[in-house]
């Protein structure tokens, strides 16, 4: 199973990038998606996730009403927008299958995971 991630990249504090994540339609069609990500010295924490259709969704406090998680079924691709993003913000950001029709907070629910794309938010 492969999911490509990409999107990544440099921007100033303000700016705004958006992350998509490809993988088959066999793999995702019926499970949730999100994306996680890992700062520097950090540890891999939960930034979006939503359900097998799109309609529910769930984000981190940090990011709440900056970053907007999203999914093409028919592509079984996941995107995240990110807007008004902050130093903070930088990271490596993974996508992620749900081992279920909805994706939790917990990375232990992730099946799949992508191989990361970075972003870096400069002051």
């Known amino acids: 199973v492969q999911l490509q991630a990409c999107g990544g990249g440099s921007v100033q504090a303000g700016g705004s990038l958006k992350l998509s994540c490809a993988t088959s339609?066999?793999?995702?069609?019926?499970?949730?998606m999100g994306w996680f990500r890992q700062g520097p010295e950090k540890e891999r924490e939960f930034v979006a996730g939503l359900d097998w259709r799109g309609q529910n969704t769930n984000y981190a406090e940090s990011v709440k009403g900056r970053f907007t998680i999203s999914r093409d079924n028919a592509r079984g691709t996941v995107y995240l927008q990110m807007t008004n993003l902050t130093p903070d913000d930088t990271a490596i950001y993974y996508c992620a299958v749900a081992r279920r029709a909805w994706m939790g907070t917990a990375a232990r629910e992730v099946q799949y995971w992508g191989q990361g794309t970075l972003v870096t938010v400069s002051s």
């Open positions: 339609r066999r793999t995702s069609s019926n499970n949730g």
